[in-house]
């Protein structure tokens, strides 16, 4: 079992960036692949990043590509998506998922049985 906490959300400016955190307790952080979600008022939760349980393999969506960065330090078991030049599409509720396994499939959230509560983001015009 794990458990996911979110923070970091806020409201900001087009252009503009925000860091949400992901802390997770539980041992065995460090052997998940862990995922970032969003949903859109009105749409279906998207995949936005994943990492690999060391970190050296990363997915984004073509959406955040360039934009986004994921990391996470599994010291402090912590995942954290770095999110520069936002625009007003990026304005969804975030959310962090833990997926146990160490291959397959990072983008799609059936994979992934651990999740945060979620963090808004706004991005206003």
């Known amino acids: 079992q794990v458990q996911l906490v979110e923070s970091g959300g806020g409201l900001v400016q087009a252009g503009g960036s925000l860091r949400l955190s992901c802390a997770a307790s539980?041992?065995?952080?460090?052997?998940?692949?862990m995922g970032w979600f969003r949903q859109a008022p009105g749409k279906e939760r998207e995949f936005v990043a994943a990492?690999?349980?060391?970190?050296?393999?990363?997915y984004y969506a073509d959406s955040v590509k360039g934009r986004f960065t994921i990391s996470r330090d599994n010291a402090e078991t912590t995942v954290y998506l770095q999110m520069n030049s936002l625009k007003p599409e990026d304005t969804a509720v975030y959310y962090c998922?833990?997926?146990?396994?160490?291959?397959?499939?990072?983008?799609?959230?059936?994979?992934?049985?651990?999740w945060g509560h979620g963090t808004q983001v706004t991005v206003s015009s």
């Open positions: 539980g041992r065995t952080f460090s052997s998940y692949t």
């Open positions: 998922a833990a997926n146990p396994t160490a291959w397959g499939t990072v983008n799609d959230d059936q994979k992934y049985p651990y």
């Open positions: 990492i690999r349980r060391n970190g050296g393999t990363i």
